[in-house]
Every structure is written in C-alpha cells, then in structure tokens.
C-alpha cells in the first residue's frame, strides 16, 4: 500500500513551514503528522545534500508519493530538480507538485513537464560553461595568475635552494617556511628545470 509523504522546506529559522502544510492538505493530500519532513535549510543547497531529504530518501520505499508545493522545493536549480526526480522515479516513488496542478512528475505529464525542465537544465549548464569560460579569459588578459597561490614567493624559493645547496634538509626547511616537504621539493625541482632550459 503506497504511503504519503511531504517534504516543506524554509530558509531561515524566522519562517515557518505551516503554509506550505496547508497548502499541501487544502489540495487533497491527507498526510499524516509523522510523514511530513520539515526543515529549515538553504534552497541554494542541493537536496540530497540537505539532512531531512536525506532521511526521507532513506524512508520511501517504491509505491510511495511525496508531495511538495514548488518545485524549488526538489533542488537548487532545474539541473538538480531533475536528479531528484529522476532518483525519487528510479526508486518507484511519484512526486506531485502543486505549483504544475499537482501533476506526478513520474507520469507521462510529468515527463513531459520534466523535458521541459531537462531543457532549461541543459540551458543553465550550458550557460555556466560560457560564462566561466568567459571569466577565465576575462581574468587571463588582466594578468591576473590563476588556480591556487604560490605557497612560496620567488625570494624564498631562491632562498630554499641556496640553503638546500648548503646541505640543509628538506624536513628541516619545511618546519622553517611552514609548507610541506612536497612544496620545498617542488621549489628544488622547479629550480633544477630553469637551469636545465638556461644551458
């Protein structure tokens, strides 16, 4: 026998979730008190990565129908709505949305409301792609240095393989910069490469 479930969700802890409850039950959808998941939890972050959606994911079993008022309340964006409701579907789980008319995004309405969806996910990706990629070129001809900074400036790298010439040991030199044996030895081997190219 399938069982109800209701997932409501708010931002932050000055909300509360009774509308969306309501809502829900104003539309038919009898949910029973210990069956309604609430928290109180950023949309920017993605739903499974939230800790009521994850409990709930590990309560449904297939048969089972969760009810949410918008969409927004699946994921952070339509790239995440869809791999929620394609989890919650490979489970077996039907998930009604009123925001769509409470249509089952499992159904073959709600997969076509989800192609819908899948198209403006493939959009949004895209977008982030151009506008990343955009930023990067941006940043480069600023002169500005990308990826992680240098745990060493140029004068101490000088400096490290001046003391590593003297015999100082790499452990030894790590505790001094405070950096890792990795960062010295990448410094000595940097070091080795521009005198390789000089000669």
């Keep these: 026998m399938s069982r109800l479930f209701a997932y409501v ?5 000055g909300q509360t979730t009774d509308n969306q409850i309501g809502e829900i039950r104003d539309a038919g959808f009898e949910v029973q ?5 609430s928290e109180t939890v950023s949309g920017s972050l993605a739903a499974r990565e939230r800790e009521g959606f994850r409990k709930l994911l590990e309560r449904m079993e297939e048969g089972d129908v969760l009810v949410v008022t918008k969409m927004d309340r699946l994921g952070r964006n339509a790239m995440d709505v869809r791999a929620t409701v394609e989890l919650l579907a490979a489970i077996g789980v039907k998930v009604h949305c009123l925001a769509l008319g409470g249509v089952d995004l499992t159904s073959s309405t709600g997969r076509m409301t989800m192609s819908v969806i899948n198209a403006v996910a493939e959009f949004e990706r895209d977008l982030l792609i151009e506008r990343t990629h955009a930023g990067l070129v941006r940043a480069k001809e600023q002169g500005k240095v990308l ?18 010439g003297e015999g100082v040991s790499i452990s ?10 990795l960062t ?16």
Aim: a positive charge.
């Design 9 to 13: 969700r708010v931002s932050t802890n």
């Design 33 to 37: 008190v210990r069956r309604v998941v």
């Design 147 to 164: 990826g992680r900074p240098a745990k060493l400036t140029a004068e101490q790298k000088r400096v490290v393989c001046e003391r590593l």
């Design 172 to 181: 030894a030199l790590a505790r001094e910069f405070a950096v890792s044996r």
């Design 184 to 199: 010295i030895q990448r410094a000595r081997d940097g070091a080795k490469t521009i005198v390789g190219a000089d000669t």
